[in-house]
C-alpha cells in the first residue's frame, strides 16, 4: 500500500515561487511514475506535471509550462514541483499521484495512489 503526503503549500503573492514536496511511505518509489495535479474551487482537476520514474521523461500543462518544474529523488524518496511566476489561477488544492507503470500520465485515470493535497493561495 503506498501513501502520498504533501507538504509546502501556503499563501504567496503573485509572481512569487513555492516548491511543493511529496514524500511516499509504501511500495517501491523508484519504479513509479508520479505525478501533480490540482483541483481549483468550483473546477474538475486538472493535470499539472508528471515525470518518469528515472526521472528523465516530464510532461507539462500548458498553462504551467515554463513556470513549473517537476522533479524526483529516488534516493530520498521524494518528489518536488517547484512553482514560480505564481498567478493567482494558480489557486488550487495540489495533488501528488503515483502510477505503478514507470513512464509518464496526463490521465487522473492512470494513477492508483493519491495524496490528500496541499492548498495553495496565490492573492493578486
Known amino acids: 500500500q503506498v501513501q502520498l503526503v504533501e507538504s509546502g503549500g501556503g499563501l504567496v503573492q503573485a509572481g512569487g515561487s513555492l516548491r511543493l514536496s511529496c514524500a511516499p511511505s509504501?511500495?517501491?518509489?523508484?519504479?513509479?511514475?508520479m505525478g501533480w495535479f490540482r483541483r481549483a474551487p468550483g473546477k474538475e482537476r486538472e493535470f499539472v506535471a508528471t515525470?518518469?520514474?528515472?526521472?528523465?521523461?516530464?510532461a507539462y500543462a500548458d498553462s504551467v509550462k515554463g513556470r513549473f518544474t517537476i522533479s524526483r529523488d529516488n534516493a530520498k524518496k521524494t518528489v518536488a514541483l517547484q512553482m514560480s511566476s505564481l498567478k493567482p489561477e494558480d489557486t488550487a488544492v495540489y495533488y501528488c499521484?503515483?502510477?505503478?507503470?514507470?513512464?509518464?500520465?496526463?490521465?487522473?485515470?492512470?494513477?492508483?495512489?493519491w495524496g490528500q493535497g496541499t492548498q495553495v493561495t496565490v492573492s493578486s
Open positions: 509504501g511500495g517501491t518509489f523508484s519504479w513509479y511514475g
Open positions: 499521484a503515483a502510477r505503478v507503470a514507470g513512464g509518464t500520465s496526463t490521465r487522473a485515470s492512470d494513477y492508483g495512489y
Open positions: 515525470i518518469s520514474w528515472n526521472g528523465i521523461s516530464t
